[in-house]
């Protein structure tokens, strides 16, 4: 159970089921209402269209009223509920990164075209999707068109291939490692084989 969303703890779901327009809560301490700064902004303006009054004594002051102290109140969490949002929109993009830097699958239905993902979470190549890549690559040094790939790897494989897929494939191919050196980095990186590296 989640201990931060006050409304996901058993006796918090009971007070927020009976609450009616009027009603006054009280709590002691902000930090045992909610440690989660999202959903405590969430609640106080679900409680601010109720018109349910919400106090924290150790604030001494309504945190749902319109005077000065509930106004700065919100503002406040405002101001952390977006620093909070976009700190976990970094991090999140970072661990992406790292993850892509590492060669590891990032996430999704499946990997992309190309490879598998083996036990450890690494990319390695597909064989029969990298022959067709290999295809792709060929037609485009003879100064075939993208439309042209298309219409041809489509045709070879029986399955459809649009334009903008083959664009994208070969663009992402341009910047990655041959294949050879993506198996070396993940064999490098199993830590049940930590001296593979050196030979």
Known sequence: MNIYNFERRLKGSELLSSLKKGDHIICSHLDRFSRNTLNLLTLVEKFKKQKISLHFVDIGSEVTGTDAMGSVFFKLLSVFAEFYAKQVSEKSKATKQRMIKENKHTGGFRPKY??????????????????????????????????????????????????????????????????????????????????????
């Open 114 to 199: 190309g490879y598998d993902v083996d036990e450890n979470g690494y990319l390695v190549p597909c064989e029969k999707e990298q022959s067709v890549i290999r295809l792709m690559k060929i037609l485009r040094k003879k100064g075939n068109s993208y439309k042209s790939i298309s219409e041809k790897v489509t045709k070879a494989t029986r399955k459809k291939f649009p334009q903008s897929w083959v664009f994208n494939i070969l663009k992402r191919e341009s910047t990655i490692p041959s294949n050879e050196e993506i198996i070396r980095h993940n064999i490098c990186n199993v830590e049940l084989q930590p001296n593979i590296c050196d030979i």
